[in-house]
């Protein structure tokens, strides 16, 4: 009997990592029990989700705070503690881009409500504080968090986007009390820098919602700021990988509270021991919504490719930009669905390409 480990993330906006094993449990149980034995993995990268799989993982409690969203509305969200002791928070489910109404300017959006959130876990007294930077509606490199924290601006009133520009000080001595003794990680999905045409602002504004005008004034913030806390801190932001991640909340991190920046999907696969389960796999099935540049750059399935022989595994996407000999790819829809189609027929889709999957490999 072969060994077939399910290590998938999820299709955004159709199918979670859940429902994806759900189904291919039900595949496996059903049509291919004689052939295959099943192993199933969550996994995340960092993004949306990731809390999810936390809890999936680790024996703890959800606590549940009452925080606010990028836009000020209010909204109770949970974080997760270990029965070690380390805090786990999702910056998506404070911050995420579906809770966006646009109610407000784009400019005016906070992460004050990241912070709430760390001010609550601090109660507790952790070992750690570990975040997952992905999923971010806001590109302020965490000003309204830092505000709220402690940390004493030049600038005086509530601090967003609009006036980063306009602090040229600081004192981290109230946030450094706060903080003392505590290990922050931050884990993300993306590895670009904090500033430039590979940068926060000019790769991922867009998507958030600003205009080209606010993205070319946010990253000229961005290098702004990011010369105020070289003098004031010491740090250089310049070209270090992932300090971009979730809208500058990875320089932010890594700036003020000395926090690492690592991938989400290697610390995911670690918890899970990925390792040990893909060592005895004969085949692995991995994959997400769409096959792109990206998911080859800091996504999940670029965390497992470094980890298995290419030769066991097999890839499943919504959507392929990539054509490359090196990796099998098999997809579950093609150019002439719409995407209202393949989200009411997500499970189907995805369990008919997992049988051609199966049979093919027997």
Do not use: W
């Not at 520009?165 to 706060?178: A, M, P, Q, T």
């Not at 971009?244 to 991190?253: E, M, N, R, T």
């Not at 719409?338 to 889709?349: G, N, P, Q, T, V």
């Amino acid at each position: 009997m072969k060994n077939v480990l399910f290590c998938l993330d999820s299709f955004k906006g159709t199918l979670s990592t859940f429902d994806i094993i759900s189904i291919s449990k039900e595949v496996i149980d059903s049509k291919y029990k004689s052939y295959f034995n099943g192993v199933y993995l969550p996994i995340a990268d960092g993004g949306e989700g990731s809390l999810d799989i936390i809890l999936a993982i680790l024996e703890g409690k959800t606590i549940y705070v009452d925080s606010i969203d990028a836009e000020y509305n209010a909204i109770n969200v949970p974080y997760f503690i270990s029965k070690d002791n380390d805090v786990y928070i999702e910056v998506a489910k404070i911050i995420g881009l579906p809770y966006l109404t646009n109610k407000i300017p784009s400019l005016e959006r906070t992460t004050k409500g990241i912070g709430i959130v760390i001010l609550d876990a601090l109660r507790h007294n952790p070992r750690s504080i570990n975040i997952f930077l992905g999923g971010s509606s806001t590109n302020e490199m965490g000003i309204g968090l830092l505000s709220y924290l402690g940390v004493d601006f030049n600038v005086k009133g509530e601090l967003t986007a609009k006036n980063i520009k306009d602090v040229y000080s600081f004192n981290i001595e109230k946030l450094k009390e706060k903080i003392k003794g505590i290990k922050f990680n931050c884990y993300c999905d993306v590895t670009n820098p904090l500033t430039g045409i590979n940068g926060a602002s000019y790769i991922f504004g867009k998507q958030k919602g600003y205009n080209e005008k606010e993205i070319e004034f946010l990253d000229k913030s961005f290098i702004h700021f990011s010369s105020i806390i070289k003098k004031e801190l010491g740090k250089d932001l310049t070209n270090i990988p992932s300090l971009g991640a979730s809208g500058g909340l990875g320089g932010c991190f890594y700036s003020f509270f000395d926090a690492s920046i690592k991938l989400g999907i290697d610390k995911i696969l670690d918890l899970s021991d990925f390792d040990k389960y893909a060592s005895k796999a004969d085949l692995i099935i991995t994959g997400e919504g769409s096959f792109d540049s990206q998911s080859l750059n800091g996504k999940a399935i670029n965390g497992i490719l470094k980890r298995v022989d290419k030769n066991k595994l097999v890839i499943i996407c919504g959507k392929s930009k990539i054509s490359d000999p090196l990796y099998r790819i098999y997809k579950t829809s093609d150019e002439n669905m719409s995407f209202e189609y393949i989200k009411e027929h997500a499970k189907d889709l995805y369990r008919k390409t997992l049988i051609k999957v199966l049979d093919d490999f027997i």
